[in-house]
C-alpha cells in the first residue's frame, strides 16, 4: 500500500493517496463500481486542489481571513443594506470589472466590509490583493528606487480584485500620488478596484499633484462603481462608553 501511495504523490495525486485506504473500505463495504471508486478518489483529488488553491490564494491577498461577512455587525449599522452586500459577495461586479467605494466615518466596518467580499471572492477562486493605500504608495516609491516599478504594477494587475483601505486619509509622500495614480489608470476598466475612505470623493482630486487628471479619474470611477455611504457612529465609539 505504502508504495501504491508513493507513486500516487509521485504523479502529484496527494488526494489520490491520503484517501485511498478509506476508498478501498468504502468500496469493498459498499461493493462498489470501479467508476464510481475512482469517483471518489477523484472528488478527494478536486478537493484537495480547491483547498490548496484557496489557501495561496489567500496568503498572497493580506486580507484578515477573520473578517468576514458572516460577523459584521449589521445591526450597529442600519444603513448598510444586507441584501446589497449579498449581491456584492456574489462576485458578479468583479466579472464586469465594475468598482466599489465604502465611504464612511471610521470605525463603521468599511474595511471589515471590503474584506468579507474580498474572501468570498478567492472561496469563489478569484485572485485578490488589499492595501492601505499609504502602504501601498511606500511600496510603489520601493519599487521605483529599486527599477522594479514596472514589474509590481504588472504583479498587481495580474489579479481580478484590487481592494485600496483608506484612500486619500492623510497626505502622500512626495512623488508617491503620482505613482498611485499611474498605478490607478493601469487598473482602470481591465480589473476590478475597491476603494473605502473617510473623505467624500470630492476631497480624492486634492491629494494627487494633477487635480484635473484626478478629478477626471474620480468622475470615470464614480460612473462605473457601486457606492456605498455609511452614515452610522463608529463601532469603536460605541465601545468606549461601554461600561
Known amino acids: 500500500m505504502e508504495v501504491l501511495k508513493n507513486r500516487l504523490k509521485a504523479l502529484r495525486l496527494r488526494g489520490f493517496a491520503d484517501n ?9 463495504a459498499a461493493h462498489l463500481s470501479y467508476e464510481d471508486f475512482l469517483s471518489l478518489l477523484i472528488e478527494d483529488q478536486e ?14 491577498s493580506n486580507l484578515d481571513a477573520r473578517k468576514s461577512l458572516d460577523n459584521y455587525l449589521f445591526s450597529k449599522q442600519p444603513t448598510v443594506n444586507p441584501k446589497q452586500i449579498a449581491q456584492l459577495a456574489t462576485c458578479e461586479f468583479i466579472k464586469a470589472k465594475s468598482k466599489l467605494i465604502i465611504l464612511g466615518v471610521p470605525g463603521t466596518g468599511k474595511s471589515h466590509l471590503c474584506t468579507g467580499i474580498g474572501l468570498r471572492a478567492i472561496e469563489k477562486g478569484f485572485k485578490v490583493l488589499q492595501y492601505n493605500s499609504n502602504d501601498l504608495v511606500d511600496l510603489l ?3 521605483q ?3 522594479t516599478f514596472n514589474a509590481l504594477v504588472k504583479e498587481i494587475c495580474s489579479v481580478d480584485l484590487v481592494i485600496l483601505d483608506e484612500m486619500c486619509l492623510i497626505e502622500y509622500p512626495p512623488g508617491g500620488s503620482i505613482l498611485l495614480m499611474r498605478l490607478l ?5 481591465h480589473i476590478s478596484v475597491a ?14 499633484p494633477d487635480e484635473v487628471v484626478a478629478s477626471a479619474f474620480v468622475d470615470r470611477t464614480v460612473h ?7 452614515t452610522g457612529e463608529s463601532n469603536r465609539a460605541e465601545q468606549h462608553r461601554l461600561p
Request: charged share 30%.
Open 185 to 189: 489608470e493601469k487598473l482602470d476598466e
Open 47 to 60: 478537493a484537495l486542489k480547491f483547498t490548496q488553491g484557496y489557501q495561496s490564494r489567500l496568503r498572497r
Open 20 to 28: 485511498l485506504e478509506n476508498r478501498i473500505q468504502q468500496a469493498n
Open 145 to 147: 528606487k529599486k527599477g
Open 195 to 208: 476603494f473605502t475612505a473617510n473623505r467624500e470623493l470630492s476631497e480624492w482630486a486634492g491629494y494627487f
Open 141 to 143: 516609491l520601493l519599487a
Open 224 to 230: 462605473q462603481a457601486t457606492i456605498i455611504r455609511i
